[in-house]
C-alpha cells in the first residue's frame, strides 16, 4: 500500500503563489510517476502536472508558464509551485501516484481558492 500526504493548500488572493506539496510513503517504487490533478466543482478532475522519476514533466495546457512541478526522488515528495493564480484555478487538488506495475494511488485532496 501506499500513502499519500498532500500540504500546502489554502486562499490566495488573484495573481499570488502558494506551493503544494505530497510525500508518498509505504511500498514505494523507485520507478513512478508522481502528479497532480484538480477538481472544480461540477468539473471533472483533469492533468495539471506529472513528473516522471527520470525528471520527465507534462503539463495541462492551462497551467503551462505559470505552474511548475518538481519532486525529491530520495523523500518520495512531489511539489507543485503555482504562480499568477487565477480564480479559474480554484479546485481540489489531488497529488497522484502511479508505480510502473501500473497500480495508481490517490491523496485525499487539499483545496485551493483564488479570490479577492
Known amino acids: 500500500q501506499v500513502q499519500l500526504v498532500e500540504s500546502g493548500g489554502g486562499l490566495v488572493q488573484p495573481g499570488g503563489s502558494l506551493r503544494l506539496s505530497c510525500a508518498a510513503s509505504?511500498?514505494?517504487?523507485?520507478?513512478?510517476?508522481m502528479g497532480w490533478y484538480r477538481q472544480a466543482p461540477a468539473k471533472q478532475r483533469e492533468l495539471v502536472a506529472v513528473?516522471?522519476?527520470?525528471?520527465?514533466?507534462n503539463y495541462g495546457d492551462s497551467v503551462k508558464g505559470r505552474f511548475t512541478i518538481s519532486r525529491d526522488n530520495g523523500a518520495n515528495t512531489v511539489y507543485l509551485q503555482m504562480n499568477s493564480l487565477k480564480p479559474e484555478d480554484t479546485a481540489v487538488y489531488y497529488c497522484?501516484?502511479?508505480?510502473?506495475?501500473?497500480?495508481?494511488?490517490w491523496g485525499q485532496g487539499t483545496q485551493v481558492t483564488v479570490s479577492s
Open positions: 509505504g511500498s514505494i517504487f523507485s520507478r513512478n510517476a
Open positions: 497522484h501516484v502511479i508505480q510502473f506495475t501500473g497500480l495508481g494511488y
Open positions: 513528473i516522471t522519476s527520470g525528471g520527465s514533466t
